[in-house]
């Protein structure tokens, strides 16, 4: 069974460069973790340092309440799936997923019924005397998880095992690795860039930047309440309004909101982030007498983009370019047209209120 | 296969236990501690005491009364003698000469030829490159035995032809012979720099309306220029290091690398020996430091986005650098002709009637030479890629304590020219306590140690090519450094490692000035017994000599093409081969 991994003060230098402040966190037995975050945020670094690649500079790694800091990776007894799936080209399926039993000195007859079931168990009989190169991306990749489960390691990294493969298989495959931890229950820590890949997987989300956790928690939590302008943006997408605010009043130019929670923030200068899904088109998706009247704005459509169930609306507010999604079936009512004029809604509620702007993205 | 491998999950939570049974041996891993830095210290040791001590040899003979290291000792007495006899300092002079003379004409034959290959349509070329890379397969006195033949007093055209007294004996015919033997080494450079740079370039500024002229010295020279350093500066270490060629065409005309051996051999006088050995030192170490630095710059100028693809030549550029090639190709094609011809015919240039009695080897060695250099290579093959592979591994991919110094002392090889490294041996191990002193052993050892950095610098950049990932992916299914090195990374070099053979046994069969001092009464080196029956007067026989060794290295070369075809890497004749 896996056991609680535990993360306590970490921190990671390379020279003068801090790869990973401080971090602390406990994954639970069982869990399905996933580390998100853009490129050069840590994320990979805390992933080698689980694994024994990396060693930490200050703080601790725990497992099953024994520090293994100094534990070499081999001891780990971890499992790891690789970007570039890392599978040995000089040995066929089979000898890939038996190399960490013979490692083990497991009797060959054991070996084998293990290397059948991990075969089974990933769809990938009548390979088994194929070399890697004779194999599709998506077909290597389920042989590395093969090889790293069958080991029935402890614990599960992946790093970005998906971002080498095609949309299709990528999807195909997390639903695969999602089906294996449920049924394994086993720990399982992903490491990925893929903000949608995160939210689809993860029972808990880290959202990391600059080598620091922004915030920890379950995908539907991060998606309905990002803590930080940044997150808002990174998982999902947002629309952003630099507002001021007077005698309680959020002005966005000439316009004024009216905005839930606003009366918490003592700034001047505040940012209001909606969710294209989360703008009502009037009359169309929310009837005019339940909307606040404030909030109501014509906008002309500059853009339309299909996307099939959504259609993705550019329009300007203000000068700023801002998108809203409707659904497909919503917007085939109304069938709007470049120029044409639309009424749309800001929900109060749909609102979040930040202080900062993490960078006025183009 | 869709939906198809969800079916079959019957392993449950509860059965899911790690299998302690079978867990990672705690004492393989703590043995494993020991693996890297055993290696390291290994490999530190093998280059101290086979390089750096056979060098502190010749520094305490050369700066130490009675080679007596200690301060009360420290003398410049034997510099002093050098540097007032007029006959020894003139070896100076003359070895800066030629060496001067045949980098210029090197650096310049090889660009246009390098030119040819990569910037025109001109057809042939895999032939070209090819004859240009001959030279490789055959040691540095090839060309003089040739050049001998053609142009020497009984020459074939020099006397017989042209019925003229002058002869090519000297500093003439040690240039000629150094440039075609310098030739293949200055074209890998060239030719790696210009399929490097960008023909775009070429292209672009002939767009703006540059006139062809203009394009070759504003873009093209410009661009190449860090390989033309490169180049001229490896051609100018091989040829003052190099000591087969001067010494059967050089006549009274001596160089550092003859004075050496004349002072050893002839005079007994070591100190003398190692005292010249520190003079010869310092322009080799010069020129390779400045190479060293150029390289480096050479690869920071490789784009990845140059593409080989030549807009078609004009015809007359064509036409003439066809010939140009041609006459290139045709000097070296004569000089391999000469040789083995010359070996099969009764008396060069009278009697031309065939006979195969000059490979009735005359002198002691003979076919025995022929075998312990076989076996010697085939020992330096192994040994010199192997040590090299894993010295790479352990260096690139485990990054031990001191992998700088390491790295330094494993480059250092390339600096100091051969016949000092031998007469180093000689003078360090010299003594009844080296066992393998006078054996086939120490000929092994030095010829590897003298071709180490080739053979590291190519292994690592294999090694390079091996994703990381793989490494770790063994190493977290719990792959020790062996069973990693041995199943994975080993067998994912073999190509690499048989190329490295190749090289390191062609430079065993042909190499003359690392090994010369090192053979004895009992171990004759077929290299060595081509200058032994040179000097006897069996001219011919050494000819048959030199054309046994071009056969054996052929063949081998062979080996390696159809290996690497069976394998299936993509090979281009020699060049790659190097």
Redesign the interface.
Same mark, same amino acid.
């Given at each position: 069974?896996s056991k609680k991994l535990v993360l306590e003060n970490v921190s990671k230098h390379f020279g003068s460069l801090i790869a990973v402040n401080n971090v602390s966190l406990d994954i639970m037995p069982?869990e399905f973790l996933c580390f998100l975050g853009p490129s050069g945020c840590g994320k990979t670094t805390i992933l080698r340092m689980i694994?024994g690649?990396e060693q930490v500079t200050a703080g601790n790694i725990i497992y099953d309440g024994k520090i293994i800091n100094d534990v070499?990776?081999?001891?780990r %007894?971890? *499992? #790891?799936v690789?970007?570039?799936?890392?599978?040995?080209?000089?040995m066929t399926v089979n000898q890939n997923i038996a190399?960490?039993?013979k490692?083990?000195?497991?009797p060959q007859k054991?070996i084998d019924e293990r290397v059948n079931?991990m075969l089974?168990?990933?769809?990938?009989a009548g390979w088994d005397t194929h070399y890697p190169s004779q194999l599709s991306g998506g077909q290597q990749q389920?042989v590395?998880l093969g090889?790293?489960l069958a080991?029935?390691?402890?614990v599960l990294l992946l790093d970005e095992p998906l971002s080498a493969l095609d949309a299709k298989i990528r999807v195909?495959l997390r639903?695969?690795i999602k089906?294996?931890q449920e %049924?394994? *229950? #086993?720990t399982m820590i992903y490491v990925t860039h893929d903000q949608e890949e995160a939210l689809a997987l993860a029972d808990r989300v880290v959202i990391m930047r600059d080598g620091e956790f922004r915030q920890i928690g379950s995908p539907f939590d991060i998606y309905k309440e990002p803590k930080t302008s940044f997150i808002a943006e990174f998982v999902g997408t947002s629309n952003f309004l630099t507002c001021t605010k007077k005698n309680g009043k959020i002005q966005f130019g000439r316009l004024e909101f009216v905005a839930a929670n606003s009366s918490d923030v003592a700034e001047e200068t505040v940012y209001l982030a909606i969710r294209p899904e989360n703008i009502e088109i009037v009359d169309v998706t929310v009837p005019a007498d339940n909307c606040v009247p404030s909030n109501i704005v014509e906008v002309e459509v500059e853009v339309i983009n299909f996307l099939g169930a959504v259609v993705r609306i550019t329009f300007f507010l203000e000068g700023e370019e801002m998108f809203v999604d409707l659904p497909e079936k919503e917007f085939e009512k109304i069938s709007l047209k470049r120029k044409d004029k639309v009424k749309l809604y800001f929900p109060p509620d749909a609102f979040h209120i930040y202080t900062e702007l993490f960078r006025k993205l183009i | 296969m869709d939906g198809h491998y969800l079916g079959a999950m019957n392993t449950t939570a509860e059965e899911y236990v790690v299998p302690v049974e079978y867990g990672i041996s705690s004492t393989r891993m703590e043995i494993d501690r020991f693996i890297v830095p055993t290696v390291t210290i290994f490999i530190a040791l093998l280059l101290f005491f086979f390089m750096l001590f056979p060098l502190w040899s010749i520094l305490q003979l050369s700066f130490f009364e009675g080679g007596q290291f200690g301060i009360a000792n420290f003398t410049l007495a034997n510099f002093k003698k050098y540097f007032t006899t007029s006959y020894t300092l003139n070896a100076l002079w003359h070895s800066l000469y030629v060496s001067v003379a045949t980098t210029i004409i090197v650096t310049i034959l090889v660009f246009f030829f390098a030119y040819a290959m990569t910037r025109t349509t001109i057809s042939g070329k895999t032939f070209f490159r090819n004859v240009i890379m001959m030279p490789l397969v055959a040691p540095s006195i090839i060309q003089a035995l040739a050049l001998i033949y053609l142009f020497g007093r009984n020459g074939l055209i020099t006397a017989h032809f042209l019925k003229i007294d002058w002869n090519i004996y000297g500093a003439t015919g040690i240039i000629v012979s150094e440039v075609l033997y310098c030739l293949p080494h200055a074209f890998v450079i060239l030719y790696t720099t210009l399929s490097a740079v960008d023909i775009r370039l070429d292209e672009a500024a002939e767009s703006l309306g540059a006139t062809p002229l203009k394009v070759f010295t504003r873009i093209t020279l410009p661009s190449a220029k860090y390989g033309i350093f490169s180049a001229a500066a490896l051609t100018f270490n091989l040829t003052i290091t190099d000591f087969g060629n001067p010494v059967v065409i050089g006549a009274d005309y001596n160089v550092l690398a003859t004075e050496i051996y004349a002072q050893v051999t002839n005079l007994y006088r070591f100190d003398l020996g190692a005292t010249i050995s520190i003079i010869l030192l310092v322009p080799s170490l010069m020129a390779f430091i400045l190479n060293y630095y150029i390289s480096r710059k050479t690869f920071a100028m490789i784009s990845g986005a140059a593409k080989p693809v030549i807009p078609p030549s004009r015809p007359l550029k064509k036409i003439s650098f066809t010939i140009y090639c041609c006459l290139v190709s045709f000097s070296i094609i004569i000089i391999f002709a000469t040789v083995v011809i010359g070996s099969f015919v009764k008396i060069w240039p009278y009697d031309w009637s065939l006979t195969l009695s000059h490979y009735k080897f005359p002198s002691i060695g003979g076919y025995s030479a022929i075998w312990t250099s076989v076996w010697v290579s085939i020992f330096v093959g192994i040994g010199g890629s192997f040590i090299t592979l894993v010295a790479g591994y352990v260096m690139e991919t485990r990054k031990p304590f001191f992998k700088q110094f390491i790295y330094l002392l494993s480059v250092m090889p390339a600096a100091i020219p051969g016949l000092v490294m031998g007469l180093g041996y000689i003078l360090a191990f010299n003594k009844p306590y080296y066992f393998f002193y006078g054996t086939p052993w120490i000929i092994v050892i030095n010829v590897i140690i003298c071709n180490f950095t080739l053979g590291i610098l190519s292994s690592i950049s294999n090694l390079r090519n091996i994703d990381p990932s793989i490494e770790e992916a063994s190493i977290s299914l719990g792959g020790d450094t062996i069973k990693t090195f041995f199943k994975i990374i080993f067998p994912l070099s073999r190509v690499a490692f048989f190329q490295n053979f190749v090289y390191f046994f062609m430079r065993s069969m042909t190499t003359i000035s690392a090994v010369i001092f090192l053979v004895s009464a009992t171990v004759h080196l077929a290299a060595i017994e081509i200058i032994m029956l040179d000097n006897d007067g069996w001219t011919a026989s050494a000819n048959a000599m030199c054309t046994c060794i071009i056969v054996i290295v052929l063949i081998m070369l062979g080996i390696l093409q159809i290996v690497s075809k069976k394998t299936g890497t993509h090979q281009e004749g020699l060049v790659s081969a190097l």
């Open positions: 069974m069982g694994t690649f070499i990776p081999q001891k %007894e971890f *499992g #790891i690789f970007q570039s799936y890392a599978l040995f080209p000089n190399f960490g039993l490692m083990r000195k497991m054991l079931e089974g168990l990933l769809g990938l389920r590395a090889r790293a080991i029935k390691p402890s195909r639903t695969v089906r294996l %049924e394994l *229950g #086993i | -």
